[in-house]
């Protein structure tokens, strides 16, 4: 089976810094996908960044970039030049490739201070 | 494009009441995904659809919940007789169905907050 566990619960940062959030899983599988997804109060998911296991370079989308380690089963979240709209949950999610089911972790909650 | 819809938002009912919620998929995508979000929690997958059938339906407990997504396009999720342990964000997303390698994006609804007292 597989897990995810986010380890900070809570965290804040100065607007305009930078911040990362940390994320590890534990699976049996070779191929899979991670994923961040933001939740704000509104409570819609939305899809942060994607990374494809087999792939080595980390993804990168606009101010958000990821840390993933394979090996280690770790995949941060970095969010450079933190804007008052990024203040939401953040979850960590895992697929296995072809199986079509999200697994997520527990969620950090981010406040950006102005 | 209108993205996944839920009605209602919000419900509050006594225990032991029954209670439906209703999910409206992206046009054309052909899964859908019902899950529960408990407070303080990530969401956890309570039943998937491929079309009309339900393909994963684990986590569902049977004894109270039940879903149905006729014609392959809306989808109702019911809880009779609910109880106090089942207020949570149920959440429903759907994507245009992924392949053996092929990943497709799942978008969520905003969920409806079920308030059991």
């Known amino acids: 089976a597989q897990t995810v566990t986010q380890s900070q619960p809570e965290m804040s940062v100065q607007e305009a810094e930078t911040v990362t959030l940390s994320c590890t899983y534990d699976t049996s599988e070779s191929n899979y996908y991670l994923f961040w997804y933001k939740q704000p109060p509104s409570r819609q998911m939305i899809l942060v960044i994607r990374q494809e296991a087999y792939k080595q370079q980390n993804a990168t989308e606009n101010r958000f970039s990821v840390n993933f380690q394979k090996a280690a089963k770790s995949f941060s979240l970095k969010i450079s030049d933190s804007q008052l709209g990024d203040t939401a949950m953040y979850f960590c999610?895992?697929?296995?490739?072809?199986?079509?089911?999200?697994?997520f972790g527990t969620g950090t909650r981010l406040t950006v201070i102005p | 494009e209108a993205g996944v819809v839920q009605s209602p938002r919000y419900k509050i009912i006594e225990k032991k009441q029954p209670v439906a919620f209703w999910c409206n998929p992206i046009?054309?995508?052909?899964?859908l995904y019902w899950y529960r979000q408990n407070l303080g929690q990530g969401p956890e997958l309570l039943i998937r659809y491929e079309n009309e059938e339900a393909v994963d339906d684990s986590q569902l407990p049977k004894d109270r919940f039940s879903a149905e997504r006729l014609k392959g396009v809306d989808s109702t999720l019911k809880i009779q007789p609910a109880e106090l342990g089942d207020s949570a964000v149920y959440l429903c997303?759907?994507?245009?169905?992924?392949?053996?390698?092929?990943?497709?994006?799942?978008?969520f609804g905003p969920g409806t907050r079920l308030t059991v007292l």
């Open positions: 999610a895992f697929m296995s490739a072809g199986a079509n089911n999200l697994f």
């Open positions: 997303a759907s994507n245009i169905g992924a392949g053996e390698s092929s990943y497709n994006e799942q978008f």
């Open positions: 046009s054309g995508h052909n899964t």
